[in-house]
Every structure is written in structure tokens, then in C-alpha cells.
């Protein structure tokens, strides 16, 4: 029995490594590395897939384990007990495994994004002043990291990207394609792209800044009205419900009383409407309010 176990870890552990390639595969295939960089999951993207290679395995073995121990005390049966793990492991456990790996990063890169996207007028104004005096972008984006580093920590990534790949001698146009390839901020992506384009071709650095900080405002004020509007939305929707909750309440009532059904209860009825109903109608309209506000916040 102990061979048919030792067999069946070795098939596990061969399928795993055989998934864990095609899995690598995969990896390179999505575009996960500006991913993992961009949402600072990890500072190397090697380095992220042997972390993620030990997390797979170790959460399939030891999901394996416990699958294991439950079945068997339930079926006391080894030969079930090692087929029945073996094929969790391999159908279930390791994509699971590979789901997680993933959907971690893009979580973080999602959350990363929204930071930086509602602290980029600081960026963008910092940015105009500097541009002012220094009319050499190399200097002005070294003068924005050295001088303004603690008040632009959230784009620290980005920042010393900008100044140090310049100094293994990447040009800075490459340098900021780079790194606008890996920033989770769209708006700050375009930027980049744009200043690339000033640092390969040329041009007046306070022109770009001033014609990028007008496109951020006229992107803005559309944001702002289409986030006005749903909120406008949502908030009627809210009050017409709140008005027609009593109206469907005393309307089920009525109907109740002249037609009463076997095993409903006016009372259960009426006390799910008040105590469920309505709190989760309230605490969803300020979910969805939130989240409204929260993109439009500067």
C-alpha cells in the first residue's frame, strides 16, 4: 500500500511539473509580467514565477492532504482514498493553484491603479512646475523624484524606473516606453508615452505637459458628468423603490387578508421586507454610491 502511495505521489508531482510549464507558458503568453511589476507584486517577474511554482505545489499537496485524511475517514479505504486525492490534485487543486497566482496580482494591480489615478493631478502639477525651469526632461523627471519623492511615494516605482534603467544605458525613450508598458495608470501611461515621443523627436517640454494636463481635464470633466449622472441614477432609483415598498407591502397585505395562503404569514412577510429588504436596498445604493464618488475623488 505504501508503494501505491509513493507511485501515486510521483504521478501527482510529474503532472505538476508538466502543468507547472505550460503554466509558465501561459504566464508569458497574457502579459503577465507588466502585471506583476506594475502592481509590485514582486521586483522580478523570475522571481514571481518560482514563488508562484512553490505556492502551486505546496497548496496542491497540502489541499491533497487534507482531501486524504477527510475521504479516508469516511471511506477507510486507501486505494479510493489515493484516487480520489490524485485526481482532485490534478483536476481541481492545481488550477486552483494557477487561478490564485494569477488573480492576486491583477487584484493588486487594479488597486494600485485607482491610487494612482486619483493622486495624478499632484503628479501632473508637480510635473508643470518643475518643467518651468528645467527645460530638459531627463532633469526635470530626476528633479521630480529627488526633490518631490515623499509627496509622490505612491509613483515611486514608476520614478525610479524613469531614472535608473537611463543609467545601465537604456535611452529615455526606451526607458519611459518601458515603464509606461508596466504603470497600472492609464493616465500616467499616456504621459509617458507622450514624453517619450518629446524624448526621441524633441520639442518644448512645457508645451507637452500644458497640452497633456488640458487632455487630463477635459478627460476629467466628462468623467465627472458621466459619474454625476449615475449617481443621479442611482439615487432615483433608490427613493422609487423606498416609495413603492410601502405601497407592495400594504398591497401583499390586503391580498393577504382577503385571500390568506396556507404558510404565509403576513408578519414573517412584512418582517423579511423591513429588517432584509430594505437594509440591503440602502446599504447597496451606498456600495455603488461609493463607488461612484470614489473614481471622481481628485
Same mark, same amino acid.
Given at each position: ?15 505538476? !511539473? ?16 507588466? #502585471? ?15 514563488? =508562484? ?21 469516511? $471511506? ?9 486525492? =490524485? ?13 490564485? $497566482? ?37 532633469? =526635470?523627471? !530626476? ?15 514608476? &520614478?525610479?524606473? #524613469? !531614472? ?5 544605458? #537604456? ?41 497633456? $494636463?488640458?487632455?487630463? &481635464? ?21 427613493? =422609487?423603490?423606498?416609495?413603492? &415598498? ?39 445604493? &451606498? ?12
Amino acid at each position: 500500500m505504501t508503494r501505491k502511495r509513493r507511485e501515486s505521489s510521483k504521478h501527482v508531482l510529474k503532472e505538476g !511539473n508538466m502543468l507547472w510549464k505550460a503554466t509558465r507558458l501561459r504566464l508569458y503568453s497574457t502579459e503577465l509580467e507588466p #502585471i506583476v511589476i506594475g502592481s509590485k507584486t514582486s521586483s522580478s517577474f523570475e522571481k514571481f514565477l518560482r514563488n =508562484a511554482k512553490a505556492f502551486i505545489l505546496s497548496f496542491t499537496l497540502l489541499a491533497s492532504v487534507i482531501t486524504a485524511y477527510h475521504v479516508y475517514t469516511i $471511506t477507510l479505504s486507501p486505494s479510493l482514498t489515493t484516487a480520489i486525492s =490524485a485526481v482532485l490534485a490534478i483536476a481541481v487543486f492545481l488550477p486552483m493553484g494557477y487561478a490564485l $497566482t494569477v488573480w492576486i496580482p491583477a487584484l493588486r494591480y487594479r488597486v494600485r491603479r485607482d491610487l494612482l489615478e486619483a493622486k495624478f493631478p499632484l503628479f501632473i502639477t508637480l510635473l508643470s512646475l518643475i518643467v518651468v525651469s528645467e527645460k530638459n526632461i531627463s532633469k =526635470a523627471l !530626476n528633479t521630480l523624484s529627488t526633490r518631490y519623492g515623499q509627496e509622490l511615494k505612491d509613483f515611486d516605482l514608476e &520614478l525610479s524606473l #524613469i !531614472n535608473s534603467l537611463p543609467k545601465v544605458g #537604456i535611452p529615455l525613450d526606451q526607458a519611459l516606453d518601458k515603464v509606461a508598458s508596466i504603470t497600472p495608470s492609464p493616465t500616467l501611461k499616456s504621459v509617458l508615452s507622450s514624453l517619450s515621443t518629446l524624448a526621441r523627436v524633441g520639442g518644448d517640454p512645457v508645451e507637452v505637459v500644458n497640452r497633456i $494636463t488640458a487632455q487630463y &481635464l477635459d478627460s476629467y470633466k466628462v468623467s465627472l458628468e458621466k459619474g454625476v449622472n449615475d449617481l443621479g441614477v442611482v439615487l432615483e432609483l433608490y427613493l =422609487a423603490f423606498s416609495l413603492i &415598498l410601502p405601497l407592495i407591502v400594504g398591497s401583499i397585505g390586503m391580498l393577504l387578508i382577503l385571500y390568506p395562503i396556507r404558510g404565509i404569514a403576513f408578519e414573517a412577510l412584512l418582517a423579511i421586507l423591513t429588517y432584509l429588504v430594505a437594509p440591503a436596498s440602502s446599504i447597496g445604493t &451606498l456600495i455603488v454610491t461609493d463607488a461612484i464618488i470614489s473614481r471622481l475623488r481628485v
